[in-house]
T-cell receptor
Framework: GENVEQHPSTLSVQEGDSAVIKCTYSDSASNYFPWYKQELGKRPQLIIDIRSNVGEKKDQRIAVTLNKTAKHFSLHITETQPEDSAVYFC????????????WGAGTKLIIKP | EAGVTQFPSHSVIEKGQTVTLRCDPISGHDNLYWYRRVMGKEIKFLLH????????ESGMPNNRFLAERTGGTYSTLKVQPAELEDSGVYFC???????????FGEGSRLTVL
């Protein structure tokens, strides 16, 4: 069946440095790719998303890139801050559905002061 | 506006017992989803309601799990009888009718001993 692989499972970076989390997906019909952030003890929240008709999207310090040919997409966080510490989940839509998402296993991002 | 609320936040039960989890979605959100995350693994889709109808229940692991959404408002997820492998965090989410963005609850952590 369809799956999404997410790497790394844990990422530790120095405050101020950049962090990159990568996901690959298997369903070539996927066209919606959201990223969710879950801070410790809190609920997952959408931080950015991208659709397959766009190669890159940026929102302040976070950006997402999509390579449809290679079927992978990445989350980039620049100038990391302590509040960026969280678990980040990528997901890919099942086909062209907005609603059925296949999730990655999550990346625990640790920002070292 | 109130977010998605889940109850209980944590439940500890013995194998063979029954547990019922409840989710109250954001008012006006017709789409409601149940997900499960087992320790350190990906978020797995369980099922999707549109109002009171089960749109997709392909992710329900077996017939020990029963989800209902009578009246199209809150939803319950019953596990009966619970097994050890049912332990995990059960997330409920509802989605914005236009964007498809998922709004998650804080999750119900289930521990089966």
């Amino acid at each position: 069946g369809e799956n999404v692989e997410q790497h790394p499972s844990t990422l530790s970076v120095q405050e101020g440095d950049s962090a990159v989390i990568k996901c690959t997906y298997s369903d070539s019909a996927s066209n919606y790719f959201p990223w969710y952030k879950q801070e410790l003890g809190k609920r997952p929240q959408l931080i950015i998303d991208i659709r397959s008709n766009v190669g890159e999207k940026k929102d302040q310090r976070i950006a997402v890139t999509l390579n449809k040919t290679a079927k992978h997409f990445s989350l980039h966080i620049t100038e990391t801050q302590p509040e960026d510490s969280a678990v980040y989940f990528c997901a890919a839509s099942k086909g062209d559905s907005n609603y059925q998402l296949i999730w990655g296993a999550g990346t625990k991002l640790i920002i070292k002061p | 506006e109130a977010g998605v609320t889940q109850f209980p936040s944590h439940s500890v039960i013995e194998k063979g017992q029954t547990v019922t989890l409840r989710c109250d979605p954001i008012s006006g959100h017709d789409n409601l989803y149940w997900y499960r995350r087992v320790m350190g693994k990906e978020i797995k889709f369980l099922l999707h309601f549109v109002k009171e109808s089960k749109q997709d229940e392909s992710g329900m692991p077996n017939n020990r799990f029963l989800a209902e959404r009578t009246g199209g408002t809150y939803s319950t997820l019953k596990v009966q009888p619970a097994e050890l492998e049912d332990s995990g965090v059960y997330f409920c989410a509802s989605s914005h009718p236009n964007t498809g963005e998922l709004f998650f609850g804080e999750g119900s952590r289930l521990t089966v001993l």
